[in-house]
């Protein structure tokens, strides 16, 4: 990470911000999708949820979420066999 930020946002009154276009369109971030949050020391650290599998690993069509992790069709469909 460069110690040059590439964006300056603002905070507004009721704690949000506007994640920038060109980041948005960069990370494919659509209005609805979840994003991790993780905080490190005094950063704050944003990325599109994870849509791989937790037991498979691929990205395959994601069915259903458990504890809030995504499981694919396919491991789902073994899971229930
Ligand atoms: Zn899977």
Known sequence: M????DYIIKVDPL???VIPVNVRQKLN???GDKL???CDDNKIILQPRSTRCII????NP?????ND??????CYK???S
């Open 36 to 38: 991790e949050v993780f």
């Open 15 to 17: 704690h949000r911000f």
């Open 2 to 5: 460069s110690c040059k930020p």
């Open 29 to 31: 971030i659509q209005s």
């Open 78 to 80: 073994q899971i229930i």
């Open 56 to 59: 498979c690993g691929l990205n």
């Open 62 to 66: 994601i069915i259903t979420y458990v």
């Open 69 to 74: 992790q995504p499981i694919c069709c396919d």
